[in-house]
């Protein structure tokens, strides 16, 4: 069963957490529909957490009626209240070569198979709310839109 993220975020606070997390490297699929400045963004993808503490992540998203592929680099690390803190560089190319926009990444993780995310760029184009599910390794899917 879940925890509710309100109880989780309620405990990380209290500063009770277990120093024991569960592992994020592997396969996760994402998802974010939420209104920027009233616009609709809509998105999903799937991502990468490297035991080396990289990620990279495949997102395809529809933002002003314009569809686009967004490519995220960067690094991260898990600390002892199961708060994931990570950089990133955004591009619009597979080879890394395509425009450049820097940004935070911050995630509680809910248990082994769930993460809520927290992306922020520095000029404010990405300020959102993603779900992250880890995937099967043996069948991957899509995210579930719930």
């Known amino acids: 069963m ?3 993220i309100i109880g ?3 405990f990380l606070m209290s500063g009770l957490a277990l120093a024991d997390c569960p592992d994020i490297s ?3 699929g994402v998802q974010i529909s939420e209104s920027i400045g009233g616009e609709q963004l809509a998105g999903v993808g799937r991502g990468t957490f490297r035991d ?3 990620w990279v992540l495949k997102f395809y ?3 002003e009626g314009n569809q686009e592929v967004i490519f995220f680099r ?3 690390a898990v600390d002892s209240k199961c708060i994931v803190d990570g950089f990133f560089t955004v591009d619009d190319s597979d080879d890394g070569e395509g425009r450049e926009i820097i940004g935070e990444m911050a995630s509680i993780i809910i248990d ?3 993460m809520f995310m927290v992306v922020v760029d520095e000029v404010g184009f990405l300020n959102s709310n993603v779900i992250a ?3 099967s390794q043996a069948e991957p899917q899509p995210p579930q839109i719930k």
């Open 26 to 28: 592997g396969k996760w």
């Open 8 to 10: 989780l975020v309620l």
């Open 52 to 54: 080396n503490g990289t």
């Open 133 to 135: 599910e880890r995937l």
């Open 112 to 114: 082994e198979d769930n």
């Open 74 to 76: 960067g690094d991260y």
């Open 2 to 4: 879940k925890k509710p």
């Open 61 to 63: 998203a529809s933002f």
